[in-house]
C-alpha cells in the first residue's frame, strides 16, 4: 500500500484547480499507480487528451470531448499513442483521491483507491491452444472509465472474448450434448470443451490441464 498512501500525499500536496508542474519523482508515480490497475503504458507526459464524439456508425461527429479535466498529464501506451481509457482512468482516480481528502479523511481516499486498483485489472488472457491462441476478455461496457472487468468466477458470455493479435471476436457456441466450442469470427479458430464447463476460470483449469 505504500505506492497508494504516496499517492494520495501527493493529491494532497498540489491544488489541482490551478497550473502544476510535478517532478521527475511525481510523474513517475502516476505512471506506477496506472500500471497497477493493469494499464500497459509507455510513459506519462504533460497535456490534455481530447476525444472525438461519434456517431451510431462510428463516423465522427466534429465534436470533441476532454478526457482529462482535472490531471494535467497524460497516458502513453507501449505503441506510443495517446492512451484515453489509461489517461481517463487516472483522471477519474484523481478526481477521487481529491474527493476524499477534501472531507479530511486520508485513509478512506486510500482504501477507495485500492478498490477501483483492483477493480481495473483486466481479466488475465486465457490460453486456448498449444500454439498459444489467447482468449482476452470483451472490453468492459460501462460508462466512464472506472469499469467492472470480467473476472474467472464469471460465466461464459455468449460472446466470449476477443482472440488476440487476431482481435476477431470468439463466440460460444453449444455443438453437441456433451460439448461446446469457441469460435473466432475473424481468422475460423476452433477449440472444444465439455458442456460442463460454465466460467472462465473452469476454462482457464481445462485447457492449462490440456496442455500438460
Avoid at 461496457?141 to 464469471?154: A, I, S, V
Avoid at 453437441?176 to 482457464?204: E, Q, W
Amino acid at each position: 500500500m505504500n505506492v497508494q498512501r504516496s499517492f494520495v500525499e501527493l493529491v494532497s500536496s498540489h491544488d489541482w484547480s490551478k497550473p502544476i508542474t510535478l517532478t521527475e519523482e511525481e510523474i513517475e508515480l502516476l505512471g506506477c499507480i496506472v500500471e497497477l490497475a493493469g494499464f500497459e503504458i509507455k510513459g506519462i507526459v504533460p497535456g490534455k487528451l481530447h476525444g472525438n464524439y461519434r456517431d451510431q456508425g462510428g463516423d465522427d461527429t466534429g465534436e470533441r470531448f476532454l478526457v482529462n479535466h482535472t490531471c494535467p498529464y497524460k497516458v502513453i501506451g507501449t505503441n506510443g499513442l495517446d492512451f484515453y481509457n489509461a489517461t481517463g482512468w487516472l483522471d477519474c482516480i484523481l478526481n477521487m483521491v481529491i474527493a476524499n481528502i477534501a472531507t479530511e479523511n486520508k485513509a478512506l481516499a486510500i482504501e477507495n483507491l485500492q478498490k477501483e486498483i483492483t477493480r481495473s485489472i483486466p481479466l488475465p488472457a486465457i490460453p486456448l491452444t498449444i500454439q498459444n491462441d489467447l482468449l482476452n476478455e470483451f472490453p468492459p461496457t460501462n460508462h466512464g472509465y472506472l469499469k467492472d472487468h470480467t473476472r474467472d468466477h464469471h460465466p461464459l458470455s455468449d460472446i466470449a472474448g476477443i482472440h488476440d493479435i487476431c482481435n476477431g471476436s470468439i463466440d460460444l457456441k453449444q455443438t453437441s450434448m456433451t460439448h461446446s466450442a469457441l469460435f473466432c469470427r475473424a481468422c475460423g479458430l476452433r477449440v472444444v470443451f465439455p458442456n460442463t464447463i460454465k466460467t472462465y476460470g473452469d476454462l482457464r483449469l481445462h485447457f492449462a490441464d490440456a496442455r500438460v
